[in-house]
């Protein structure tokens, strides 16, 4: 959350200095903005527990079938089909 926190601010600093130097570009009075000063204090916040709720003991069928042969397969590949 800090990375982010200090992403923001690099990103603030970069518009702001884009858009003074397109201000003294256009001849516009320009305006400084000094972010020195500002101190951003941040915190994450998270859950202190967390409950999953299991299937509690059922049984899933699957979904896979085991196949017993392959004889139609070996046919098809003997023959070059």
Same mark, same amino acid.
């Given at each position: 959350?800090?990375?982010?926190?200090?992403?923001?601010?690099?990103? %603030? #600093?970069?518009? *702001?200095?884009? !858009?003074?130097?397109?201000?003294?570009?256009? /001849?516009?009075?320009?305006?400084?903005?000094?972010?020195?000063?500002? %101190? #951003?204090?941040? *915190?994450?916040? !998270?859950?202190?527990?967390?409950?999953?709720? /299991?299937?509690?003991?059922?049984?899933?069928?699957?979904?896979?079938?085991?196949?017993?042969?392959?004889?139609?397969?070996?046919?098809?590949?003997?023959?070059?089909?």
């Amino acid at each position: 959350m800090n990375a982010i926190c200090t992403l923001s601010l690099i990103l %603030v #600093i970069l518009c *702001s200095m884009c !858009s003074i130097a397109s201000a003294q570009e256009s /001849g516009d009075e320009s305006v400084e903005y000094d972010f020195e000063e500002d %101190v #951003i204090d941040g *915190s994450t916040k !998270s859950p202190e527990e967390l409950y999953i709720k /299991g299937l509690g003991g059922s049984k899933i069928n699957t979904l896979i079938t085991i196949r017993k042969d392959f004889q139609k397969e070996i046919v098809k590949s003997a023959e070059g089909t």
